[in-house]
């Protein structure tokens, strides 16, 4: 059982836009670290973009950088990926993930994170 809840997803036409959130039933997301990823098929699960649950500091990879946006919201207790301009390179299964802590050079790193959600399949089409 995931310790995070995933929801949104789906399938879209190149150029669209889709929107992912998660939540934690049972942790509060302050003084955490939360950052989403993604596993293309055949591919290595790799970083998307990650924010600071404290200092609202958000990361992202360069692949992404100025087409999603990573946002956290204290009162729901959940965080959110919203992605737009997406292109079938942006295919793959996204993962939410948490770890106490605060951002470090490492926090693109998978392995540094212990919660993690059960994955939602984002599906652009040509």
């Known amino acids: 059982q995931a310790d995070l809840v995933e929801s949104g997803g789906g399938l879209v036409q190149a150029g669209g836009s889709l929107r992912l959130s998660c939540g934690a039933p049972?942790?509060?997301?302050?003084?955490?670290?939360v950052a989403w990823f993604r596993q293309a098929p055949g591919e290595e699960r790799e970083f998307v973009a990650g924010?600071?649950?404290?200092?609202?500091?958000?990361t992202y990879a360069d692949s992404v950088k100025g087409r999603f946006t990573i946002s956290r919201d204290n009162a729901k207790n959940t965080f959110d990926l919203a992605m737009s301009s997406l292109t079938p390179e942006d295919t793959g299964v996204y993962y939410c993930?948490?770890?106490?802590?605060?951002?470090?050079?490492?926090?693109?790193?998978?392995?540094?994170?212990?919660?993690w959600g059960q994955g939602a399949q984002v599906t652009v089409s040509p």
């Open positions: 049972r942790r509060a997301f302050t003084g955490y670290v």
């Open positions: 993930a948490a770890q106490p802590g605060t951002w470090s050079r490492w926090s693109t790193t998978r392995a540094v994170y212990r919660y």
């Open positions: 924010i600071e649950w404290r200092t609202n500091k958000s």
